[in-house]
T-cell receptor, first 110, second 116 residues
Framework: SQKIEQNSEALNIQEGKTATLTCNYTNYSPAYLQWYRQDPGRGPVFLLLIRENEKEKRKERLKVTFDTTLKQSLFHITASQPADSATYLCALGGNNRLAFGKGNQVVVIP | DTGVSQDPRHKITKRGQNVTFRCDPISEHNRLYWYRQTLGQGPEFLTYFQNEAQLEKSRLLSDRFSAERPKGSFSTLEIQRTEQGDSAMYLC??????????????FGPGTRLTVL
């Protein structure tokens, strides 16, 4: 069966450190992968998109890697700030839809 | 604000009643999507439109659910004879629909439905 796995435990991290989140998937062949941020009671906000033929993408303090052999994406927030506290969703794209993981909560401690 | 908007933001209804939600996409976007999200889960795809044509529906979308996009602009999602299991956040997203493989979807704030 198809699965998209993100860590169910919240990641508590000290301000200024790098937060790293993992997204693993099985039985998917995504054309691209996206990361979204979601705050409580709000819709997801698009952060980054990485295509299947790309290894790494950066945007400001964010970095995403995509390994189609391992079927894994890593999402990094460098120099984390309390304002980065949120749930981060991994989404696999293709066939005109997104398939989302459950999300991983990040708590940045001042 | 030129983002995706949804109305209402919250809806409380009694079991058995019908409800309708509205989504206004980003104006130049051709594609519109509906997702459903329950607590602790990621959004689940329900259906999508290319302009006014509904091109795909998930098996999650039972016969009680119907969606329209009559003029290729705003969309409505109606749930008939609501059940408690329909309680969820209903999210709308839109995209340009021009890039076959890398079509970024932008989400609205969602409509929170509570069925009593």
């Amino acid at each position: 069966s198809q699965k998209i796995e993100q860590n169910s435990e919240a990641l508590n991290i000290q301000e200024g450190k790098t937060a790293t989140l993992t997204c693993n998937y099985t039985n998917y062949s995504p054309a691209y992968l996206q990361w979204y941020r979601q705050d409580p009671g709000r819709g997801p906000v698009f952060l980054l998109l990485i295509r299947e033929n790309e290894k790494e993408k950066r945007k400001e303090r964010l970095k995403v890697t995509f390994d189609t052999t391992l079927k894994q994406s890593l999402f990094h927030i460098t120099a984390s700030q309390p304002a980065d506290s949120a749930t981060y969703l991994c989404a696999l794209g293709g066939n005109n839809r997104l398939a989302f993981g459950k999300g991983n909560q990040v708590v940045v401690i001042p | 604000d030129t983002g995706v908007s949804q109305d209402p933001r919250h809806k409380i209804t009694k079991r058995g009643q019908n409800v309708t939600f509205r989504c206004d996409p980003i104006s130049e976007h051709n594609r519109l999507y509906w997702y459903r999200q329950t607590l602790g889960q990621g959004p689940e795809f329900l259906t999508y439109f290319q302009n006014e044509a509904q091109l795909e529906k998930s098996r999650l979308l039972s016969d009680r659910f119907s969606a329209e996009r009559p003029k290729g602009s705003f969309s409505t999602l109606e749930i008939q004879r609501t059940e408690q299991g329909d309680s969820a956040m209903y999210l709308c997203a839109s995209s340009l629909g021009t890039a076959r493989d890398t079509d970024t979807q932008y989400f609205g704030p969602g409509t929170r439905l509570t069925v009593l």
